[in-house]
């Protein structure tokens, strides 16, 4: 008679356990889908719109607006650096 209770308790003690670990899983699929949901989001808007650009538009002004990063890589290209070769001269001066 006390395998029976020991057997039964060992039983509810196994389905307590499969039920925490299939509920962790439901969980963690559930938060995986609403991470990709908001990243759909964020993907229809790749930037802010601060000011309205066209293809045409060649001032470096107007896309710095939108784009400080970039423009910020795209002024270091003018500056002179120091290799290990020697003085590397900007694009326009050497023209």
């Known amino acids: 008679m006390i395998e029976k209770k020991d057997l039964s308790f060992k039983k509810l003690v196994l389905y307590a356990l499969l039920f925490v670990l299939f509920a962790g899983i439901a969980v963690a699929v559930a ?3 609403l991470n990709i949901s908001e990243r759909k989001k964020e993907a229809q808007n790749t930037y802010v719109k601060l000011q309205e650009l066209s293809e045409d538009d060649t001032s470096p002004d107007k896309w710095a607006i939108n784009f400080p990063k ?3 890589s795209y002024r270091k290209t003018t500056l002179s650096t120091k290799t290990k070769y020697g003085v590397r001269a900007s694009a326009s001066k050497s023209d």
């Open 31 to 33: 938060m995986l889908l």
């Open 70 to 72: 970039q423009f910020d």
